[in-house]
């Protein structure tokens, strides 16, 4: 079932032109302050996985996740920028990363996938930087298998107060950068009501600052 997506504030072109001028610098930028938020992200999801399971990673970005995988752990990934692809393609060429099968230039809100593909499904830090946020995760859903999980690694708004005004106040700015600052739970909480197909088993806060969380869904069987 689909959502009633939000009106866009960001739109796709501008997103893939921000993050092709991210991709040299991302790294640098991005690398440490994500780095344990990542690793419990990829932890939940490698518990998650069946045997012979596969995780689809979107938004995968310059691939700076992929090492920290078992090796046992079979992945695909796609992200939107090919820029970025690039770095992870060559990541996984120079790390020898044999246990990634594809990388793709893929919209997060229209994947090429068939129904029920993956046992886990992973988006990390993407969801405020997708046009049409409620989209991108009804095909999370759309493309997990009945029973597997959605892992989402994310921001959440304040929504009220000093912070939820300064998010308000820089939401001009960080949409010229790709992302937004104004993203409240309450709007992960509607999503999942209107879509009616998963139910969240886990709601963890991740560092810096307790600004951002790891949310879990499980796709509900049909």
Sequence with gaps: MASTAQPADLQTT?????YDR???VYDMVFGKVFTEGRSDA??????ALPEGGRVLEVGVGTGISLPHYQRSTRLVA?????AMLDKARARKARLELDNVEDIQVMDAEAMRFEDDSFEVVMA???ITS???PE???DEFVRVAKPGGDIIITTRIGANLGLRGRIEKFLMPLTTKLGFRTEFPYTRYENWAKMNGRVELVENTSLPPLGHFSMLRYRKLAE
């Design 130 to 132: 997708c046009p049409n």
């Design 78 to 82: 796609v992200d939107l920028s090919d």
């Design 22 to 24: 991210w991709a040299p």
């Design 14 to 18: 501008s997103v893939t032109a921000a």
């Design 135 to 137: 989209r991108a995760l």
């Design 124 to 126: 990390q830090y993407i």
């Design 42 to 47: 990829i932890r939940a999801a490698e518990a």
